[in-house]
């Protein structure tokens, strides 16, 4: 692409000024822009992590199924309470060296509850409300989340910690 500029000398003659401008820079530029959008879109589907609404939905109030509530106070120490219609049937309360120990322990115990005399039940189990404190980081929410899909726990939900729990108990 050439662009003419015209301008007046000083002797009154009319200099005409051609300049290319290289645009194969900005093509490649451009071509990669669109390749990292590319990838990065590829990227956030596989990253993505399928669970279902536990509370809120009409689904969720038409089944009576046994619940789970998961109290993940810090990333090694959690209470983990087996309900069936409000009523409490089991409380495990579980302590672990680190974050990924924990989640082993809350899927050991899950899969107590899924299974009954060492035969998976259907449907044992039809969801979960976890409550996290505010030390607990986003992966180690994760890995309590894929510890209980495992145990076929598909309809999740999580609670914020209580405005209590996040000022340390300071009303």
Same mark, same amino acid.
């Given at each position: ?39 990065? &879109? +590829?990227?956030?589907? $596989?990253? %993505?992590?399928? /669970?279902? *609404?536990?509370?809120?939905?009409? #689904? =969720? ?47 050991? &115990? +899950?899969?107590?509850? $899924?299974? %009954?005399?060492? /035969?998976? *039940?259907?449907?044992?189990?039809? #969801? =979960? ?43």
């Amino acid at each position: 692409m050439a662009v003419a500029v015209g301008g007046a000398s000083g002797s009154g003659r009319k200099k005409s000024l051609d300049a290319e401008i290289n645009l194969v820079s900005f093509i490649d530029l451009l071509s990669m822009c669109i390749c990292f959008l590319l990838m990065t &879109a +590829v990227w956030l589907e $596989v990253g %993505a992590l399928q /669970v279902k *609404q536990s509370h809120g939905t009409e #689904a =969720a109030a038409t089944d009576q199924g046994q619940e789970i509530a998961l109290n993940v106070a810090s990333p090694t120490q959690a209470d983990l309470v087996l309900k069936k219609s409000g009523r409490q049937l089991a409380k495990v309360a579980l302590k672990a060296p680190d974050a990924a120990e924990l989640a082993k322990q809350v899927d050991a &115990a +899950v899969a107590k509850w $899924v299974t %009954a005399g060492g /035969v998976p *039940q259907a449907n044992a189990i039809s #969801a =979960a409300m976890i409550e996290t404190g505010p030390a607990v980081s986003y992966g180690d929410l994760v890995r309590v989340m894929d510890a209980l899909r495992r145990n076929q726990v598909v309809n999740l939900g999580v609670v914020p910690a209580s405005r209590e729990a996040a000022m340390g108990g300071v009303r």
